[in-house]
């Protein structure tokens, strides 16, 4: 079974646990259910427009503008080790490349992130996390390369294209760069409610990106998503905890 099941992760639940002090409020009192890693983690981040995103974005959730914008970002990343709590993963589910389309929201004073779309690159992890996290993942063929990614759907004839090079560590301290990546919630409408998850991880250590060509085309969102991304950023990943 060697290669098949991983048997520990990089950083166990309780040192992802003690690394509290960035996080915009305190932690859930509940038991984390889902353990997860992101890495190699792309950020493109889109200004758009707060009018025609908003019917992209339930009527309960709030548009949370940043220094008075309102933002789309693709984040493309290699989710990891995906197990409940008290099982090991198994890696022919858990692990598979991801690319989410997410903007940003509020919901009760609370600040997370809504997805416009999500995508597994394995048809057997997009069923399951679909019918596990009630999250709208639907499958697409992703090829992720050392410094390039390509995506495509049929169904919805989305394609997208990026190679890019990675620069050094640049501080987290940018209010902007901050609010883009440092989310601890993430709100989804199902059926007829809105569900609240809480995550938690450290915080990111984000590294310069240099886009040396990309192509986003996902005809739904052309009107929406227009041009180069306003900013991009790169990070090695984070270990993230999830509760339902």
Known sequence: MRGFFYFAPTMNANQILEIK?????????????????????????????AEKLRRWVPTELEIDLIEGKAWVSLVAFRMKKVHPRGLLPLKVISDFEEINLRTYVQFKKKAGVFFLSIEAGKKISST????????????????????EIASSNKIFNDRFDLIFSVGPEIKND???????????????????????????????????????????????????????????????????????
């Open 21 to 49: 002090n960035h996080r915009p409020w305190p932690l859930p009192q509940a038991k984390w259910k889902f353990y997860q890693e992101w890495k190699d983690t792309v950020f493109l981040h889109w200004n758009v427009s």
């Open 128 to 147: 399951i996390a679909r019918k596990v996290s009630f999250l709208p993942y639907r499958y697409s063929r992703i090829h992720r390369g050392f410094k």
């Open 174 to 244: 940018d209010p902007i760069n901050n609010r883009l990546v440092e989310k601890y919630a993430l709100f989804q409408d199902y059926k007829d409610s809105i569900h609240a998850f809480e995550i938690h991880h450290p915080q990111w250590k984000l590294k310069e990106l240099k886009i040396h060509q990309c192509t986003f085309n996902y005809p739904r969102f052309n009107d929406l998503i227009q041009g180069s991304p306003s900013k991009g950023h790169f990070s090695e990943g984070v270990n993230v905890l999830a509760w339902n």
